[in-house]
């Protein structure tokens, strides 16, 4: 399995796996399967000059992905913090492909100058706690029942890390 940098070619693979956590819930805030055109704009501002996509492929398969975005887009204080979230395809959870999504990101932090991340999260995801906990990231907020999935109330998780300092 490699990890690289998304082409625009990836992008239905990236909307299908995503799909596939809006369609298993809670663990997106999204309820409803997104199209191309609706994430277009969103995956098209990850170019690698500050803000980046990866994703986990093998063969010719994409197997999950992760994204650098940024955190409170258009506000200069936030330049250097970016959001991270990632999804792998529910074929193949548990085998250690979030990981290494996770480390490829990490590494590409200093080139890209984000001395933090921030990860927001639903607190029904608890595979994704433990994920970024495993990396130093603890818990920084919580914005407590604000989130409403079909019959159940969330509350909305903010996970943080310092890379370096700013």
Known sequence: MIIRQVSAEDYPEIVRI????????GLTGDEHLQTLDEKRAWLEQHNG???D????QAGEEIRGYLALSPYRHGRPAFF???EISYYVDENYHRQGIASRLLDHALDACEKLEINTLIA????????????????GFREWGCMPQI???QNSVVDH???GKHLRKP
């Open 80 to 82: 250097n913090t970016a």
């Open 49 to 51: 000059r500050h803000y």
């Open 53 to 56: 996509l990866f994703v986990a």
């Open 120 to 135: 927001i999260l639903l607190s029904g995801n608890q595979a994704s706690i433990t994920l970024l906990e495993k990396y």
């Open 147 to 149: 989130g409403r999935l």
């Open 18 to 25: 995503y799909n596939q956590a809006v369609s298993a819930g």
């Open 157 to 159: 998780l903010y996970y």
